[in-house]
Structures are given as C-alpha cells and as structure tokens.
C-alpha cells in the first residue's frame, strides 16, 4: 500500500495523539461517603466507590488496583449529537469524539476480568464508528452483539424517521469465557403461555418442534411408523433430528407428538418445566426493559419534576444487562455515571459498583440518589422488583491534584497539596508497588512481591542511613529507595537497593498538571493550521464567533471522504 499501511482500520485526525496519563490517588472526602447505620446481613456491601472527576484520569487511577477485576462494564457516554444539554456538553468533533472514547475504551478494556463485558448505549449518530472502534480496541472476535433497546414508545412526528431505538453494543474481553458465563432470562409470561397441555402429559404444559433437522446425515434416515401405521421419512433435503435408538427412547418416554389423531408428521415435546430459562437476543422491547419516558418519569420521582436528570436511563434496561453479565457481589462499572442509575441498580441487585461522574449532579444528584437507595427511602425503579430494603454504602473519592507543579523558576516540584502519607501513596503507583505502609517497618511504604518494598522521603539520605536501610532489608530482600537527594557515590555498595531521586525519576513518565481531559467542548484544541482545513470550507480569514459557525468553518466531513493517509478510512 502507498502510504504503508497494511490493515484494515478506521483513522481519524489526531488518532496517533495519545495522552501520557498520570496515575492519580484518589482521596477520599469522608464527609461526603455514606452507609447505613447498621449491618443489615452478611451480604451487605461497603466498599462501593463514587468517583468525582473525569473519567480518564479516574480509570487510570483505578487501573493499578482493578486491572482485570470488573465484571460488567456498562456506559452511557455523551451521543456527540450536537444539542446543548443543561447537564452537560454534548457537542464534540467527531474526530476529537473518538479519540477521546478510545483512551477511555483502551483503559476500560484493561480492567475488564476474562469473562467480563462491557455495555456501550449509542444511538445511529456515532454507533457504526464505535462498532469499529470497539472492534480495533476488543478484536472483533470479542463483539457479543448489538442489541436494539426500543427506547421510546411512539414515533417522533418531527423527524423524518425518527429514531425509536437506541444500539447497545456488547463487548466481552473473552468470547468463549463470556459466553460460558452468561445467564438466562427468566421466561416473560407470554412465552410461558404458549404451552399448553392437549393430551394431559403429567409432566404438564408443552410446546412442540419439528422432528426434522436440515441436511442429510445417513444414520438419521430411517422411517417412521405413526400410532396410526402412517409412514414418514425425512423431506428432500433434510433427516430426522436424532438417530433411531434416541428417536425410540423419545417414543417410548411419550415425548414426541404426532397429532391427535396420531398421524402427524412427528414432533418434539418441549415442556415449561424443564425450561431453565431463555438466551436473551438483540431485540429488547420497551415493555421488557423500560423506555426513555419510564427513565424520566423515576427521575422524576427522585429528584422533583424541576431537578430530574435530563438523559436517564430505566432502571430496568440497566438491571437486564447487570443481571445478564454478572452474579452477586460482582464489581460493576459506570464510568459516565451521570444520575448514577447504574450504582443504584447494581446496589439494589447486591453487586458491587464504582461509578465515575465529572459534572456537578455527582453532588446534586448520585449522592442523594445513592443516599436513598442506602437508607431504603428509595421505593421506585426496581426496588419492588428485586425485593430491595436498604443497607450498604459508598465511598466518595475526588481525584488527588497532580503530584508535579513549577515553582517560581518553572522547575517541576512536588506539589505543595502532598503530606507524606499521599507521596507515599502516589509513588507506589507510579512504580508498580502496592501502597500498603507498614505499622512495624518505617520504610515498608508498599509491595511489588512478598520481598521487594518501596520507601517514599523527601530527605537527603547520608551513607550511613543507606547502610542502616540495606541492614534492615537485609539479603534476601529488596528496597526501592524513592529519595530527595542522597550522599554516596557507589550505590554498589548496596545490592539490596536502588535509589532514585524524586521528582527526577518520574519526571518523563506522564504530563503532569493537566487535569481536564473531559469530553467538554471547551477544551476542543485550537481549530487546525491551514492545511488541515478540509476543502469545500470556504477560508474567509474571519475567526469563527459561535460554536455553531466554528463547527461549520472546520466542517468535519464524513472520514470516507478524506484522502488516503489523511484520516480516511482504508
Ligand atoms: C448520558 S449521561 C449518563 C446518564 C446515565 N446513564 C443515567 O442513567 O443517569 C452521560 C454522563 O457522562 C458524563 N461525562 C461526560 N464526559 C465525562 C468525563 N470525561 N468524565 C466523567 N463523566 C463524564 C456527563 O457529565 C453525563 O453525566
């Protein structure tokens, strides 16, 4: 190829951008956590997580900890269709879209367990480039499905067709170990009532389906004498279902059906009683799962008609989809949390969640939400349903500032927001180790195995304070030393150490200070030099004034249109 690029892929302007992501603490705000004054059961659960701030540098700060750990992952993220929500900004390039959701998507996929999934509700605006994108990220051996959620419930008599669903795509991190795992859905009562009992079988009510299977396989090719002597043999084209030993033990337990008068062609009995369930397919009807009005109409009942959530999901469509992918005490995802429907679901169904939400109803509206389903004044949604009372908790994190800042030379130092307990903390991560400080060991500030640590100071460490270190340490262990300065020449002296200074060792590892990496408009890049206008847009020299005319001066054509090597699709 030209440009030598070998597969099949879909580019974008900005896809080789990748942002070199600080792994933050997360700090804990006790005052605004909250969980019930009592235990409940055993069962109850504690240690959910609120995460206010954007979720890019949230995920990265939850990857150390829950790299391959999440069970379900679902997201609501923004549609990018270009309308002005009060909530928050949903009008985003199309190119700068989905660089953004493939960092996101990249880190979500790194925390999923083998057989976890991950649930994207999209609408036709964005979904057919997340489907690709998804595929590069996931592989597209890994793609479950794209389920079809009839979210309203009559057409809308402004559009032209309006949309009546949304797409929700499936993901799972391992086909084969996802699908091992997946439940059943119970049957609705309209599928129960299709069976029926003519011939008063014991074993009860029953469907039938014909004996006969496509294909020819030789030894499924015998004929078959009715009660009433009729003779059948396979159709053109196709043989019997089973070989003739299995086909006369079916017979002789009265499982085949052949008509009431008993000269049917043959038929095999299903029956209600031995049905464990359902295999859920695409096409989920809002009367199974609920709708967009449903969704409004619980937040409604949450927040007041004057403060409801502007884009909710029912709680229904999020209790399918937990229900199908996970069992009790899963941990769940959300990272575009939004009103918190998901956290509130998950809470209700006895799985663990964390949920990730960078706009201001985090405070207004997850936390009160959040507090009612705890406190059991939360009666809506499911709560009836799932036979939900109350118990549990949460905890609140805010991401921990950056751990870099200038001082007055533009030097990088440590930022002056770090006590030594956060340093401690924020460099185990940045080294791999787990931050666990030890009670009896002054420098066991964390783990990577059961005989390397890390010890955090700020000090200039003597000689002599190194010797005592490699002491204590001693030789079948290791120390990672992360230090303000140290006075010694030959660190060989010490085998059993290494020492690095701070901030220098970590210096390259990531931009530091840079806190907003949100799916907001403002902080679009500035608009392209001259060659990255896209022809067809006139160059007026005139800077664009509203975002509306800024978004037609650098009009984002379709990625097909582009050249080859310029962003266009291959
Ligand atoms: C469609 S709403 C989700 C609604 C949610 N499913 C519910 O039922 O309430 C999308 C949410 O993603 C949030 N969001 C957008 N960009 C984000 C980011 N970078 N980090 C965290 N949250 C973000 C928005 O503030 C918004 O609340």
């Given at each position: 190829m030209a440009n030598g690029k070998t597969k099949l892929e879909l580019t974008w302007i900005g896809k080789d951008n990748r942002p070199k992501l600080e792994p933050r603490i997360l700090v804990e705000d006790t005052a605004k956590s909250h969980h019930a004054p009592f235990r409940t059961g055993?069962?109850?659960?504690?240690?959910?997580?609120?995460?206010?701030?954007d979720n890019l540098l949230a995920l990265k700060a939850l990857e150390q900890e829950f790299a391959g750990k999440i069970k379900c992952i679902y997201i609501d993220?923004?549609?990018?269709t270009g309308s002005a929500f009060t909530h928050y900004d949903d009008g985003i390039e199309h190119s700068l879209w989905l660089s953004l959701m493939r960092d996101r998507l990249e880190l979500l996929r790194r925390l999923l367990i083998k057989d976890g999934s991950l649930w994207i509700t999209i609408d036709d605006n964005e979904c057919h480039y997340l489907k690709v994108l998804c595929d590069e990220i996931f592989g597209r051996n890994n793609f479950v499905a794209n389920v079809v959620w009839q979210k309203r419930i009559q057409p809308d008599m402004r559009a032209t067709i309006g949309a009546g669903h949304d797409h929700i795509l499936v993901f799972s991190k391992d086909l084969s170990a996802f699908k091992s795992n997946i439940k059943l859905l119970e049957q609705t009562d309209e599928q129960s009532n299709r069976y029926k009992n003519p011939d008063n079988d014991p074993r009860g009510p029953w469907v039938s389906a014909d004996f006969m299977a496509k294909g020819y396989r030789p030894n499924q090719m015998y004929e078959i004498v009715t009660p009433s002597v009729k003779k059948y043999v396979p159709r053109p084209g196709s043989c019997w279902r089973n070989v003739e030993p299995?086909?006369?033990?079916l017979v002789e337990e009265a499982r085949i059906w052949f008509g009431k008068d008993g000269s049917s062609v043959p038929r095999k009995k299903t029956y209600l009683s031995e049905i464990e369930g359902m295999a859920a397919w695409s096409w989920w009807p809002n009367a199974d799962v609920g709708h967009n009005q449903e969704a409004k109409k619980e937040s409604n009942a949450l927040f007041g008609v004057e403060n409801a959530f502007e884009t909710p999901k029912p709680e229904r469509l999020i209790r399918r989809i937990i229900y199908l992918s996970t069992n009790p005490g899963d941990l769940v995802l959300d990272s575009f949390a939004g009103s918190g429907t998901t956290g509130a679901v998950a809470h209700k169904m006895g799985r663990r969640w964390i949920m990730v939400e960078l706009g201001e109803h985090c405070h207004t509206h997850i936390i009160p939400r959040l507090k009612k389903v705890i406190d059991g004044e939360d009666k809506g949604g499911i709560t009836e349903a799932v036979g939900w009372k109350a118990g549990g908790g949460f905890r609140y994190y805010r991401l921990g500032p950056s751990l870099l800042q200038k001082d007055e030379f533009g030097n990088w130092v440590i930022s002056k927001e770090y006590n030594p307990a956060m340093l401690a903390e924020?460099?185990?991560?940045?080294?791999?180790?787990?931050y666990a400080p030890s009670d009896t060991a002054y420098w066991r500030h964390g783990h990577s195995t059961e005989t390397d640590f890390i010890y955090v100071t700020t000090q200039t460490l003597t000689r002599e304070q190194l010797q005592k270190l490699s002491d204590e340490v001693g030789e079948s262990r290791s120390l990672l030393i992360m230090c303000g300065a140290f006075r010694v020449k030959n660190l060989d002296e010490f085998p059993n150490l290494t020492v690095k200074k701070i901030p220098k060792a970590v210096l390259n590892r990531c931009e530091w200070g840079k806190d907003d990496y949100s799916l907001e408009i403002q902080n679009l890049p500035m608009k392209a030099p001259e060659e990255d206008i896209v022809a067809g847009a006139p160059a007026t020299g005139k800077k664009p004034r509203s975002k509306a005319e800024r978004r037609a001066s650098v009009q984002q054509p379709s990625l097909f249109d582009l050249p080859a090597g310029k962003g266009g699709a291959k």
């Open positions: 055993k069962n109850d659960i504690f240690d959910n997580r609120l995460i206010f701030g993220p923004p549609y990018n299995v086909y006369k033990q924020a460099m185990c991560k940045l080294e791999g180790f787990t």
